[in-house]
């Protein structure tokens, strides 16, 4: 400790009138000068412009101070303006310290004298702390630019897309055994009515043909380790007996004796037990399902690995577990929809012909079960649809908010039965509309041109239905009952499965609807609460797909810019330490630590702070019971001689 | 020096625990007495306060005082022995820090009276006569030294060399401070004398505490019989082991019983508020009510925490710089 | 007590209530000088031994205020304040100080109002309270 007192040197600034006007500057000016409590006091009329800043620069290169304390505005108006003017002169940037005696002084106190003293306690208070600051110094680190992105839909794929033409290498993990996510799913994309599938075509193409993308499906995610700039992604590949030499070309689905249930279909329709998971996958791979597989179940099978033209049939293929380290992770997972018999009241799964909206979707789809034609369960073409809004949304039980697309979908729902059936009766039975923007404006008043009866209910949380002899019977208390062939029950967006297991392995937060918490919602749509895991498509909050790209677009683009090949990446400056000579390894600061931040050196047996995670937020110096942790620029002793300050000025 | 070292014992405020840590140096003890020259002990042998006060000045070359200060005869003795000494040791707890005694600066000094001479259970006293500091008995002034209103520790009424921690202090420590003090060997002055570092660095159970703890439920010792081979605090016990000096070889905790903090704090910190800052972090609740469900399992917050040391704490010791 | 003019320390947070205090002063919101600010990264970082340094020192009131609940710019750091502190007042009461001397509370960046009014409220009810008498405090009894 050195015994010299270090030399400071205060200025004032007038800011104008606006500090001058309200305290007595002279008395400031005064109670600083002599006694050895600074080395000059300097006041100046407005410490910010290119005058005041010069004249700072002289006074600090003629007299040499250690420390400078400058009592102006808020730091969070000249911090930084002051920090460079003090560096320039030689003088390190954390030995400057601002008494903000505008804000929290001049502008909010009317007795002139009051605030005279009330500066004087905040200027003491700075005087007494920064006497103690040590240095800081900017510190960078390298990082990987690569990136990995959980989830292969629309929004994972254009953000691998993005960030590989910008020549970073990306691993997509994708939990199905091919791409696509949720849109390959749907027939058309509204308002404008695009082919779904062949909007993803030639997107699929392009990352299949993309030597900087590498696809792990049939995978899932099982831990995060790291930070921004040098994460560890362990992966879990499951097995699918398949090679990558499959093309697709569908051989063994004619021999496989087996038929089941097929997931993509929602059931709806089957598969077999060796399949692919549409024509024109990327992978383009099959995949063949254990528990079903007769070759599985008593080896009496290979009917697939005998009729294959390319060898691709691997019985010995086992689960793998795959490291992928990189700079960013970008969570694409898609979204979850409430299930139509959790909904009470609506007899879906009691009541033939009435469908969730996505088991519509996969009705209407040309890759769906009845390849695009929209039938009854008996196989005939509904002449009458009514699609129940807010399905299990905006209720206590199910969804408590509006998702903002299902009145869209619905409508879709409508034009894609129309189009098939065009003088199909369509009611759309709804209490409130959501047509966002005029192209979604227009299709819905085009529905209503086309014919459909948009029924208003104030009763739309107890519709009931009803099997009768001639169909379906819609009611409620306030419009005439209607019969219709078939219900489609517009549901709303939730997070998917998964969700909460994937945001402890981040370290990121979920909101109270369950989704992913953005870093600013305003500010910073796209990054989570952990620097480095970036939030595209709806998992983040449910939106169209136009919008699921834009965010997975902008996630790619900032995670582009910021980790840039032979480019450094700046670390927080003000950050925790912790002293090994007194750290008794009781690990209290490491239950606390926000970003886990912290670990455990079993051999030292004492706590560690990753500096290039901690982001500065001073709680484990607060924890310590043994007085280890140190937060730079905020230590207890810094606190303690500014409370000091305060309280004796 | 071809004379022995001049060495006082005295306590103040004290249950004569320290006394008997000497006396559990057993065998010891003789080496310590013939090394040195111990011409004031109360407890043990029979010199009077005059010895002390016809003394020169510095002469004796350690005092040991244990006890808090509470009485005007206690400050005036550890006045007069700070004169006469070399060097003054606070020895144990209630010197170091105040001690159990400290605990009752949570009230008053009425309360404290009224409590022991008048509402205590097994007390009868319905004239609720106190003790007085001038009272005449047959003729003859009785006089009493005042009772303060406030328990001081030592260093509030002296300049302390050096503490010796512990309620009492151990044996082992006893006996590393009285060879420094021969050897001269003796750290920096005002040194606590036991390991700047927190127990949990030498306790065994903390092999035991999970990286990510936190705390539904806090369970008193008398309510659990504690696994003897966990954390305490991984169990939802009290352990004041991460705000408690290492040093002990913490016989309680391998008696199955948490430590209480008579080590005391590391240098710089008050042991009471770091304990309950890093209680606090790991509590695992969000809101208030859920938060003190939680607390209830510690309805003494103060006794908890400050049991050994209200007197040192940030807001139980004396404004040293006004009283200045 | 008319003439009584209490000290208030308020430990405000960086990114919260440091900034809906700098609000307060740009829309020239008047609140009592008693009130004196100390700015922390977050409400987190508060330390018990401060609030107590402050009591010793001569303040009769202190606060922390944080981000509201879910805000915190660090994740979970003003709960962290809430449960430490929430155990800490529990002891200030057995040392004898009055409920209302320590408050925590929360006050975000565009609450400049709420400033206001959490800083005029505290003064009142300190300024009620009268000056603080601390247990244990008592000047020098015998020379």
Redesign the interface.
């Known amino acids: 400790m050195s015994e010299k007192k270090p030399n400071v040197a205060l200025f004032l600034c007038k800011c104008g009138a606006n500090i001058a006007e309200f305290i007595d500057l002279k008395e400031v000016e005064a109670r600083f000068s002599g006694g050895g409590k600074t080395m000059f006091v300097e006041t100046q009329d407005l410490l910010c412009s290119p005058a005041g800043k010069k004249n700072m620069r002289k006074a600090l290169l003629n007299n040499k101070p250690d420390v400078v304390v400058i009592a102006a505005c808020?730091?969070?108006m000249h911090e930084k303006t002051f920090q460079g003017v003090v560096a320039d002169a030689g003088i390190n940037m954390a030995k400057m310290q601002m008494a903000?005696i505008?804000?929290?002084?001049a502008?909010?106190?009317?007795?002139k004298k009051?605030?005279t003293?009330?500066a004087i306690?905040?200027i003491n208070?700075a005087l007494e702390r920064s006497v103690l600051h040590d240095d800081l110094h900017p510190r960078t680190m390298e990082c990987l630019t690569d990136l990995v992105i959980i989830g292969g839909g629309i929004a994972g794929i254009e953000a691998a897309l993005m960030a590989a033409s910008a020549g970073r290498k990306v691993t997509i993990v994708e939990k199905e055994i091919s791409l696509g996510g949720s849109v390959i799913k749907t027939e058309e994309v509204a308002p404008a009515m695009e082919c779904a599938p062949c909007l993803l075509a030639p997107r699929l193409s392009a990352i299949r043909d993309n030597k900087n993308i590498r696809v792990i499906s049939n995978a899932s995610v099982t831990d995060v380790l790291g930070f921004l700039g040098n994460f560890k992604v362990k992966v879990r590949r499951m097995a699918r007996y398949v090679k990558d030499s499959c093309i697709g070309c569908e051989a063994c689905f004619e021999v496989c004796p087996v038929t089941m249930k097929s997931g993509f279909h929602l059931g709806l329709g089957t598969k077999k037990a060796v399949s692919t998971l549409f024509a024109g996958s990327v992978p383009a791979a099959a995949a063949i399902d254990k528990a079903a597989c007769l070759h599985f179940i008593d080896g009496s099978c290979n009917a697939c690995a005998t009729v294959c033209p390319f060898q691709s049939i691997d019985f010995d293929d086992q689960d793998e577990d795959i490291e992928v380290t990189a700079g960013a992770v970008i969570v694409a997972t898609g979204y979850g929809t409430a299930r139509a018999s959790d909904i009470p009241g609506l007899g879906s799964g009691k009541i033939d012909n009435v469908y969730s909206m996505p088991e519509f979707e996969r009705i209407a789809g040309s890759n769906g079960p009845y390849g695009g034609e929209i039938r009854l369960k008996n196989g005939k073409p509904p002449r009458s649809m009514a699609v129940i809004h807010c399905a299990g949304s905006l209720s206590d039980s199910g969804v408590s908010y509006c998702s903002g697309i299902c009145c869209m979908t619905a409508a879709k729902a409508g034009e894609l039965l129309h189009k098939k059936t065009p003088d199909a009766r369509i009611f759309s039975v709804h209490d409130r509309l959501v047509f966002n923007g005029p192209q979604q404006h227009a299709f819905y008043e085009k529905q209503i041109e086309e014919g459909t009866h948009y029924v208003k209910t104030a009763q739309l949380r107890s519709i009931c239905l009803a099997q009768k002899d001639d169909g379906i019977e819609v009611s409620a208390g306030d419009f005439q009952p209607m019969t219709v062939d078939m219900v489609v029950l517009s549901t709303g967006i939730t997070p998917p499965e998964g969700t909460d297991a994937l945001a402890r392995i981040l370290n990121a937060?979920l909101n109270?609807a369950g989704f992913f918490k953005a870093d600013h919602p305003i500010l910073r749509a796209i990054g989570s609460?952990i620097d480095g895991v970036y939030l595209a498509g709806c998992c983040a909050s449910p939106c169209d797909v136009a919008t699921a790209i834009t965010r997975a677009q902008a996630a790619a683009g900032d995670a582009i810019a910021k980790l840039v090949p032979g480019r450094k990446i700046e670390l927080e400056v003000?950050t925790s330490t912790i002293d090994e000579t007194k750290c008794a390894g009781c690990k209290l600061c490491i239950a606390?630590c926000?970003?886990k931040a912290i670990t455990f050196d079993a051999q030292k047996k004492i706590s560690v702070i990753n500096e290039a995670i901690c982001?500065?937020?001073?709680?484990c110096?607060?924890?310590c019971p043994g007085d280890a942790a140190r937060?730079y620029h905020?230590t207890?002793q810094q606190?303690?001689a500014?409370?000091?300050g305060?309280?004796?000025g | 020096m071809a004379q022995k070292p001049k060495v006082a014992f005295y306590w103040c405020a004290s249950c004569g625990g320290c006394e008997e840590t000497i006396v559990d140096l057993e065998e010891k003890v003789l080496d310590v007495a013939a090394a040195v020259d111990i011409i004031f002990w109360p407890c043990a042998m029979d010199f009077k306060y005059s010895d002390i006060e016809a003394m020169a000045d510095g002469s004796i070359a350690v005092s040991f005082v244990n006890g808090a200060v509470r009485t005007?005869e206690q400050?005036h003795i550890a006045r007069l022995l700070r004169k006469k000494s070399g060097l003054v040791v606070a020895f144990g707890d209630c010197a170091w820090m105040g001690g159990i005694p400290?605990l009752t600066?949570?009230?008053?000094k009425k309360e404290v009276f009224n409590r022991s001479y008048c509402e205590s259970p097994t007390v009868v006293n319905p004239e609720k006569i106190v003790p007085l500091e001038n009272s005449v008995y047959q003729g003859v002034p009785m006089l009493l030294p005042?009772f303060?209103?406030?328990?001081y520790k030592l260093d509030d009424c002296i300049d302390v060399d050096y503490y010796l921690p512990g309620c009492p202090p151990t044996v082992k420590l006893v006996l590393n401070a009285v060879t420094a003090i021969l050897a001269g060997t003796l750290p920096r002055r005002k040194s606590v004398l036991a390991p700047d570092k927190a127990l949990c660095s030498s306790c065994d159970r903390n092999e035991t505490k999970p990286d990510s703890m936190v705390i539904k439920e806090f369970k008193r010792v008398h309510q659990v019989v504690a696994d003897p081979k966990t954390c305490f605090l991984a169990q939802g016990i009290v352990c004041m082991g991460p705000a408690t000096r290492d040093g002990c070889d913490y016989p309680c905790v391998k008696g199955n019983m948490p430590c209480t903090g008579c080590f005391g704090p590391v240098d710089g910190?008050?042991q009471?508020?770091?304990m309950?800052?890093a209680?606090?972090?790991i509590?695992d609740?969000?809101?208030?009510k859920g938060?003190?469900r939680v607390?209830s399992g510690?309805p003494?917050?103060?006794?908890t925490?400050y049991r050994y040391g209200?007197?040192a704490?940030?807001?139980?010791?004396?404004?040293k710089e006004?009283?200045q | 007590m008319d003439d009584f003019n209490p000290?208030i320390?308020a430990f405000v947070c960086n990114w919260c209530s440091?900034?809906g205090?700098?609000k307060?002063?740009?829309q020239?919101?008047?609140?009592p000088?008693n009130v004196?600010?100390?700015?922390?990264?977050?409400s987190?970082?508060?330390?018990?031994?401060?609030v107590?340094?402050?009591?010793?020192?001569?303040?009769d009131g202190v606060m922390v205020l944080g981000c509201h609940?879910?805000d915190c710019?660090?994740?979970?750091?003003n709960?962290?304040a809430?449960?430490?502190?929430?155990?800490?007042e529990?002891?200030l009461s057995?040392?004898?100080?009055e409920k209302g001397r320590f408050k925590l509370d929360w006050v975000s960046a565009g609450e400049a109002k709420r400033f206001?009014e959490t800083a005029t409220e505290m003064t009142d009810a300190v300024k009620k309270l009268g000056p603080l008498h601390?247990?244990?405090?008592?000047?020098?009894?015998?020379a």
Not at chain 1, 102 to 105: A, D, K, L, N, P
Not at chain 2, 300 to 303: R, V, Y
């Open positions: 808020s730091p969070k903000n505008r804000e929290q002084s502008w909010v106190t009317a007795d009051e605030a003293l009330k306690a905040l208070a937060d109270e609460s003000m606390v926000p970003y982001r500065g937020c001073g709680t110096a607060a924890t937060a905020f207890n606190i303690m500014e409370i000091g305060l309280l004796h | 005007s400050e400290a600066n949570l009230k008053s005042k303060y209103e406030t328990v910190a008050d009471g508020a770091r309950i800052a209680l606090g972090g509590i609740a969000e809101e208030e938060i003190d607390l510690i003494d917050p103060a006794g925490f209200l007197a704490s940030l807001l139980g010791s004396k404004r006004k009283a | 000290t320390i440091y900034a205090a700098d307060a002063g740009g020239k919101l008047q609140y000088s004196k600010l100390l700015r922390v990264m977050c987190g970082r508060v330390d018990p031994q401060f107590m340094r402050a009591f010793r020192d001569g303040a609940p879910g710019h660090y994740r979970n750091g709960m962290k809430l449960r430490r502190f929430r155990l800490f529990r002891m057995q040392m004898g100080i206001q601390l247990r244990g405090m008592v000047e020098r009894e015998v």
